[in-house]
């Protein structure tokens, strides 16, 4: 019987995997395959930073990530992830816009504090079309235990 069960969840694993593939821990490291070109925004009246994304950082679209940070809240129900604790953030700090992400968050049951260092999962996704959006967004994002 033990057979049997070991074949057929041998035969079975790639249709699971196919449905959910697995979790890929990144870091900050793996976000920084990025360049920034001053851009003119009309309706801003000003040059802001424009991503392009080189490919390591493309590959990682529409996957789920695990990345660890310092929660920057915005506003409520609104949070940056960032390699930076707030002092030396992009914000704040000397860093670029590639060391934060935004939570998109599937429950604000909870609240975060400033520097809270945490590890959350989420799907990946870039973004060059919503300046008011950071350019890495994690959506459908969950605190893990590390």
Not at 62 to 70: R, T
Not at 77 to 91: M, V
Not at 116 to 131: H, P, R, V
Request: glycine share 4%.
């Amino acid at each position: 019987m033990k057979e049997i069960t070991t074949y057929i969840l041998a035969l079975a694993m790639p249709l699971l995997l196919a449905f959910h593939p697995p979790l890929i821990k990144i870091d900050w490291s793996n976000l920084s395959d990025v360049s920034f070109e001053d851009k003119y925004y009309e309706e801003f009246d000003q040059y802001l930073p424009y991503p392009t994304f080189g490919q390591s950082v493309k590959d990682l679209e529409d996957k789920e990530v695990q990345i660890s940070g310092y929660i920057i809240p915005i506003e409520p129900e609104r949070y940056i992830l960032s390699q930076n604790p707030f002092a030396s953030c992009f914000f704040c700090g000397g860093a670029g816009p590639e060391t934060v992400l935004e939570l998109e968050l599937t429950s604000y049951d909870k609240t975060y504090y400033t520097d809270q260092y945490l590890s959350f999962k989420g799907i990946l996704k870039l973004n060059i079309e919503d300046i008011d959006k950071l350019n890495y967004l994690l959506q459908s994002a969950e605190e893990v235990e590390e």
